[in-house]
């Protein structure tokens, strides 16, 4: 009896120690695998987002569709580490502000199980496409009204069919194992858009411009990179990532859906490739085709050419950055959120008493229009709104998303920021309601275009400070 009872009693005890060291050891491996051996996996999605024939839902330069030349589409990727989720999409359209973008990107993130905060949507800023603005459209229609319920419409279409694109592609998520970031120059596309004058104006160097003297001036101030990256599941590349700062229209304004350009240039690549292929549009606020474009189907042509060139040499060189993610401690794999505090504007043709005039109905529909959405993004501002920019980190690769219409200056910004071992990719054109930012000197410029529809104030300091932030290692 006694030594049966001290058998029993080591036997429960032995059992006992053997499951904590069960637990111990389960502990150690989990702890193992958060030290090393990260694990990402990718889907890639697409979404037809093209706006019906006839009086569109959306504002802009295309309140009205009559052709469609190419269809337009919303391209991106999911990916996943450990128990995060990260969305990155490019969509063609001018530009989606304010409070649409929050609904695209709540539908988008609660399809692939994560925050909106950890969803990046950038347009391409196309002006053959639309844009959409529910708060502009609310204030130019008034609520309750047809113009603002088929906008709403539109807009909750676009977020079933997107979210509906993601949930379907997470049953076909492939591991990465290895991304490459590469570059390559492009020739005779880009152009800085502000031409200085000898009595120190700015002359305005458009998308298509008659005078020579400015049109020919020199290119100025640009970003001549076009930036790749690859992810790849051993030697199978999964999906490219194209990114290279312009305003990507060549002619516009006849009420045509077009991608343009850099949709021509992203189609024959994936063609010729047979690889899902996006782009991505940089800091292209103060950069145009001017230079290189008269506004003829040629010129488009001769674009798209360069930029599909760009695409090939850049796919082909070799990596300034290639990250074994196999190798990767997870800790190395992260999506962070930084904070650009716009203000409101209401100096000029910002004042809200003169806005408030220039919605009356007797105003024509364009000042009309350009008061709503000057008025929608003011009034965000004064509940509290703050724009967020946001950075994937994968290695030594970062990927930065800005909001609306930044200048080049701040990609190359950018550039200098990160550390000399990373590879930076710069996105603009996320939430557009602010539209214009460049650096604080454009205030006092005489001439220039762009201050006129930079809907906050002075902003320099505010935006270098979050793209520290982000890249700071």
Not at 95 to 114: P, Q
Request: charged share 20%; with cysteine; aromatic share 8%.
């Amino acid at each position: 009896m006694y030594r049966g009872f001290i058998l029993q009693q080591c036997s429960a005890t032995s059992r006992i120690v053997c499951n904590v060291g069960c637990l111990l050891l389960i502990s150690i491996a989990a702890a193992d695998r958060r030290a090393i051996g990260a694990e990402v996996r990718l889907a890639n999605f697409r979404v037809d987002v093209t706006p019906p024939i006839g009086n569109g839902p959306c504002v802009g330069c295309m309140p009205k569709v009559s052709s469609v030349e190419h269809p337009l589409e919303m391209r991106g990727v999911v990916l996943r580490s450990g128990d995060d989720s990260y969305v990155i999409a490019a969509i063609d359209f001018c530009g989606i502000c304010n409070t649409s973008d929050e609904v695209l990107r709540d539908a988008m993130a609660k399809a692939a199980g994560t925050t909106r905060e950890r969803v990046a949507l950038q347009s391409l800023h196309q002006h053959s496409a639309p844009i959409l603005d529910v708060d502009a459209v609310r204030i130019l229609h008034g609520e309750g009204s047809p113009e603002l319920a088929t906008h709403i419409q539109f807009t909750n279409e676009i977020a079933q069919r997107t979210a509906i694109a993601i949930q379907g592609s997470l049953s076909e998520m492939k591991t990465v194992t290895r991304v490459a970031g590469t570059k390559a120059i492009v020739e005779q596309v880009a152009s800085n858009r502000r031409v200085p004058q000898p009595d120190g104006s700015i002359a305005v160097r458009a998308s298509v411009t008659r005078e020579p003297d400015v049109r020919d001036a020199p290119e100025g101030l640009i970003d001549p990179w076009l930036r790749t990256v690859s992810f790849f599941n051993g030697d199978q590349k999964l999906v490219q990532l194209h990114y290279y700062a312009t305003h990507p229209q060549t002619f516009y304004g006849d009420a045509r859906i077009s991608w343009d350009c850099v949709g021509m240039a992203r189609q024959e690549f994936e063609n010729k490739s047979g690889v899902p292929q996006i782009y991505f549009t940089g800091c292209g606020g103060n950069i145009t085709v001017g230079k290189y474009n008269d506004g003829t189907r040629a010129a488009r042509d001769r674009l798209a050419s360069r930029l599909h060139d760009a695409m090939v040499r850049s796919s082909t060189a070799q990596p300034d950055v290639a990250v074994n993610v196999t190798t990767l401690k997870p800790t190395e794999i992260s999506w962070t959120s930084a904070p650009i505090p716009f203000t409101v504007r209401e100096d000029g043709a910002f004042n809200p008493g003169l806005l408030q005039s220039q919605l009356a109905p007797e105003q024509a529909f364009s000042t009309r229009l350009t008061a709503a959405m000057f008025s929608g993004f003011g009034q965000r501002l004064r509940e509290g709104y703050i724009a967020q920019a946001s950075r994937l980190r994968i290695g030594e690769l970062e990927i930065l998303h800005l909001p609306g219409e930044p200048f080049v200056e701040f990609q190359l910004y950018a550039q200098v920021q990160a550390a000399k071992s990373t590879f930076v990719c710069v996105a603009g054109y996320g939430e557009c309601g602010v539209w214009y930012y460049g650096p604080d000197r454009i205030f006092a410029d005489r001439g220039g275009y762009e201050q006129t529809w930079s809907l906050t104030g002075p902003c320099e300091a505010e935006v270098k400070s979050a793209i520290s932030t982000l890249l700071t290692r």
